[in-house]
């Protein structure tokens, strides 16, 4: 895959204004909360984590309060990465893990257990455990509200960005489950988490540019889902960029404008829409590893950015000190 250009700016952003509210209503509770739940998508675990849930679950001494992380939507990622994402999370501080499915009902004494397990001092006094639930926008945690409630609570649906207010929910007599709206970050640092979100789904199709998109998930499956674009697209040999990609399974696929020429975009369209829905098979597009590395390329990206606001502020400067020698 393609190194990202330090220079070229990233051109996912969306950031609209009631989730900078609900970052500063959250930053508002948090002291109060006893347990903060992250739900996260299985197929992007590091992408689909907010880097403000870290920051804002660390108390004035440095304390971060326990956090369950759940893997939604593991039924349409990779089992076996899964399972390398759960040690992963889990060797943090104050991290527990758990992967959920589609079968959320069954997974939910599971869930309740565990918040009760963190707060034990808690349970039967009735003094309810604070849980304060997180998550990116279309990451499925409306779902998982309504199944953890066992009635329909929260609103649903595939356009992100649904719940728009805080919301709170009686699970139990011990748990009462404070609710935000599905909060991105102002600002998507590392360029490839920005393309693995559009590809799943978590920002609106309109915040990027789909051609874009397409093109990193067709060069990541092609190196890592080889035999799943194989059977799915009924390719013999797998072309190894995404231009070549898109002009062969577009061909079989019967995408064809006048002349006989490909419609790549419409096969761009179909690999992204049956990624999403699983089609194509269990996928996860990053690894712990990636996470690391990229953790690396962002702090080149924050150092280049600080060397050219340097350099602005070093021009600036000597171009003070010249009309000022110029005046003398």
């Known amino acids: 895959m393609s190194q990202y250009n330090l220079d070229k700016p990233n051109s996912i952003q969306w950031f609209p204004g009631h989730m900078n509210k609900a970052r500063n209503d959250i930053k508002e509770i948090m002291p109060d909360m006893d347990v903060v739940i992250e739900v996260i998508d299985a197929r992007i675990p590091f992408s689909s984590e907010n880097p403000m849930v870290a920051a804002l679950r660390r108390n004035k001494e440095g304390v971060q309060k326990p956090v369950i992380k759940i893997l939604n939507k593991a039924d349409l990622a990779d089992p076996i990465l899964t399972t390398a994402w759960i040690d992963h999370l889990e060797s943090q501080d104050g991290v527990k893990a758990v992967a959920f499915d589609d079968n959320k009902v069954a997974q939910m004494g599971q869930l309740k257990q565990l918040i009760k397990n963190l707060m034990p001092n808690k349970v039967g006094t009735g003094r309810q455990i604070k849980v304060l639930i997180m998550g990116i926008p279309n990451v499925g945690k409306s779902t998982l509200i309504n199944s ?87 390719i013999d040999e797998l072309p190894q960029n995404d231009r070549e990609f898109f002009e062969v399974a577009g061909r079989n696929r019967g995408f064809l404008k006048k002349g006989g020429i490909v419609d790549t975009y419409r096969m761009a369209e179909m690999l992204v829409n049956e990624l999403r829905s699983g089609i194509i098979g269990r996928i996860t597009l990053e690894t712990p590893t990636m996470r690391e590395d990229e953790a690396k390329f962002v702090d080149e990206l924050r150092a280049a950015a600080e060397a050219k606001k340097e350099a602005k502020l070093e021009e600036k400067r000597l171009r003070r000190l010249r009309a000022r020698k110029n005046r003398k």
């Open 148 to 234: 953890l409630a066992g009635r329909s609570i929260a609103r649903t649906g595939d356009e992100p960005a649904v719940t728009k207010s805080q919301q709170l929910i009686k699970i139990d007599d011990d748990i009462m489950l404070y609710d935000t709206p599905g909060m991105l970050w102002p600002k998507i640092e590392n360029p490839n988490s920005g393309f693995r979100l559009a590809a799943t789904g978590g920002i609106k199709d309109t915040a990027f540019d789909f051609d874009d998109v397409a093109s990193y998930t067709a060069e990541y499956l092609i190196k890592a889902y080889p035999q799943l674009l194989k059977a799915r697209y009924k």
